[in-house]
């Protein structure tokens, strides 16, 4: 039973991070105008979107 918790534990780390890349992705893909709608500036779009998938 340890294993297959082992395992599902590294298959959701797996998945949230790969998450958080095409969320990133998706983020500097944005425009001005959206990013004002949503209160981020283009700066702090780069910064999230220039971290690595595994930095949160």
Same mark, same amino acid.
């Given at each position: 039973?340890? &294993?297959?918790?082992? $395992? %599902?534990?590294? @298959?959701? &780390?797996?998945?949230?991070?790969? =998450?958080?890349?095409? =969320?990133?992705? =998706?983020?500097?893909?944005?425009?001005?105008?959206?990013?004002?709608?949503?209160?981020?500036?283009?700066?702090?779009? $780069?910064?999230?979107? &220039?971290? %690595? $998938? @595994? =930095?949160?």
């Amino acid at each position: 039973m340890l &294993s297959i918790e082992l $395992f %599902h534990r590294l @298959w959701e &780390s797996l998945r949230r991070a790969r =998450q958080r890349y095409y =969320q990133r992705r =998706q983020l500097l893909g944005l425009d001005d105008s959206v990013l004002k709608d949503i209160g981020i500036s283009r700066a702090d779009a $780069f910064l999230e979107g &220039s971290k %690595h $998938f @595994w =930095q949160k």
